[in-house]
T-cell receptor
């Protein structure tokens, strides 16, 4: 079984600063994918970034980057140059190979302060 | 535009009544999923279907039922056996066997009074 742990229920960051949201995972599968989603107050789930277990480079998408440390089983999300619109819930999730369900962590609520 | 449509966005029901939440996708995805989200919580898997006419229970299937008669549709029925049905329900789909991201609908907020 897969498990995702997000230990930060809430985080605050000053506008224009960088912030790191923590995520650790547990699985016995060798082939898996790690995902980050953003959920604003409207409730929609917005896909941010993906990292495959065999990817050697850390994934980046604009202001988002994923700090993937396979030996530590961690997949932290780094948001650079925070904006007020980044205030939302952030979920880390994983899927193993095959058409299997995403398993989610409990999320981190990020608040960006002007 | 391709996507996942959940309806309705808000739903109110009296305690003891069954209610069905709709989820339709035109992405030609094989697999579909239902998740439940409670305030301040992560998403918990209710049911999922990897192919038409087949589905599996997730972590919190008790009190729910589903059907998958068409590839495009995966309705969720919240039965009167579900002890605490008030929650936000999200439907998702994935295209295939590669670990690609899941695509989500806008969600249905169910309130039982």
């Amino acid at each position: 079984a897969q498990k995702i742990t997000q230990t930060q229920p809430g985080m605050f960051v000053q506008e224009k600063e960088a912030v790191t949201l923590d995520c650790t995972y547990d699985t016995s599968d060798q082939s898996y994918g790690l995902f980050w989603y953003k959920q604003p107050s409207s409730g929609e789930m917005i896909f941010l970034i993906y990292q495959g277990s065999y990817d050697e480079q850390n994934a980046t998408e604009g202001r988002y980057s994923l700090n993937f440390q396979k030996a530590r089983k961690s997949a932290n999300l780094v948001i650079s140059a925070s904006q007020l619109g980044d205030s939302a819930m952030y979920f880390c999730a994983m899927r193993v190979s095959g058409n299997t369900p995403l398993v989610f962590g409990k999320g981190t609520r990020l608040s960006v302060i002007a | 535009d391709g996507g996942i449509t959940q309806s309705p966005k808000y739903l109110f029901r009296k305690e003891g009544q069954n209610v069905t939440l709709s989820c339709e996708q035109n992405l030609n995805h094989d697999a579909m999923y239902w998740y439940r989200q409670d305030p301040g919580q992560g998403l918990r898997l209710i049911y999922y279907s990897q192919i038409v006419n087949d589905f599996q229970k997730g972590d919190i299937a008790e009190g729910y039922s589903v059907s998958r008669e068409k590839k495009e549709s995966f309705p969720l029925t919240v039965t009167s056996a579900q002890k605490n049905p008030t929650a936000f329900y999200l439907c998702a789909s994935t295209p295939g066997r590669m670990p690609t991201e899941a695509f989500f609908g806008q969600g249905t907020r169910l309130t039982v009074v």
